[in-house]
């Protein structure tokens, strides 16, 4: 593909743009420490500059930054300028490359209740198992060995990747993608105690539901479990990382992004566009507000205001734990001076 031609088929508007005379064929993608002839990268900062006089690429994505510009210019390099030219890099990707696409039809070996609905090209893969009063919307992926469960509903145009499973009466909304092993809807880690009684905990039907609304990403082996009563959510364009656990009854806003390895406890509320980075774990029946971020490994036991950052165990504010942090380094040598001025101390005292 020649780059003319890449950038016209792109959904931007450059704010500048390279000599059209110095027009490369393409024919593919790589990070710019990587990339060779023919290939396409992109650079987010001034903080690269010594790297795009080093690299191989036929062409870049670059920020507004003319000094960068220049540089590319001078090696003969073609280039568009945009203010997230991570953004352009990824658009760029997807002409390049798409993921594999499950054939548009009902394999064999997969079973599909009469009783489900299943709307126009639907692909159903190899010993899937679609149950009763299932509603399947339209162009929906099935991979193979996908379990869907009694009343659960599939939006438009949603992935659902090898060997996940959605419980009975999960909905899950258009455009999402469940990667493989994730199970939704299954039921909450609910039990009562009983007094006086041989078995002590008495389990707690999980009558509730989980719902995802649209564009909603979940990774793999991600759960995401349904409540006794109400419901589990995921805000619109959450994406969700590998490995995470969402308790019964968690409400998470749109847009949020939770990492690997995030624990939630049942209940817990995340406002709009909060991040948790990987290994952070919430207590139960927590508020995080609006635009709330949380440091990897971090800790986070009482509910957080709009805008909060934090990090560590217990989770503090970021810049307050930075500087514990700091001091932490220090405290070998403040044990040394302590030790120092108890001895000069005691002497004192003795010589007294």
Known sequence: MKWSELVERLALTPIAISDPCVD????????LNQAGPGTL?????????????????????????????????????????????????AQALACFYQPWRLPLNCHPTARVDASAQLGTG????????????VSIGNEVHIHPHVVIYPGATIGDRTILHANCVIHERTMIGADCVIHSGAVIGAEGFGFVPVADQAHRWHPMP?????????????????TIDRPAVGETRIGAGTKIDNLVQIGH???????????????????????????????VGISG?????????????SGVHQSLAPDSKVAGYPAMDHRLWLRAMAAIKKLPQLGQRVKGLEQKIAQLFASD
Request: net charge negative.
């Open 24 to 31: 490369p064929t393409l024919d593919g993608c790589a990070a």
């Open 41 to 89: 990268s992109f650079v987010e900062s001034a903080q690269r500059a010594g790297q795009i006089e080093t690299t191989q690429a036929s062409a870049l994505v670059l920020p507004p930054d003319t000094d960068l510009q220049a540089l590319a210019t001078a090696r003969g390099i073609a280039w568009f300028a945009i203010e997230h030219p991570r953004y352009g890099f």
């Open 122 to 133: 639907v692909g159903v893969g190899a010993y899937a198992v679609i149950q009763a009063e």
């Open 206 to 222: 999980q009558s509730g539901q989980a719902i995802l609304e649209d564009q909603v990403v979940v990774g793999c082996n991600t």
């Open 249 to 279: 009854g968690c409400q998470i806003g749109a847009d949020s992004l939770i990492c690997a390895q995030v624990g939630l406890a049942g209940a817990t509320k995340l406002g709009q566009q909060v991040i948790l980075a990987g290994q």
């Open 285 to 297: 029946q927590v508020t995080l507000g609006d635009r709330t971020t949380v440091a990897a490994q």
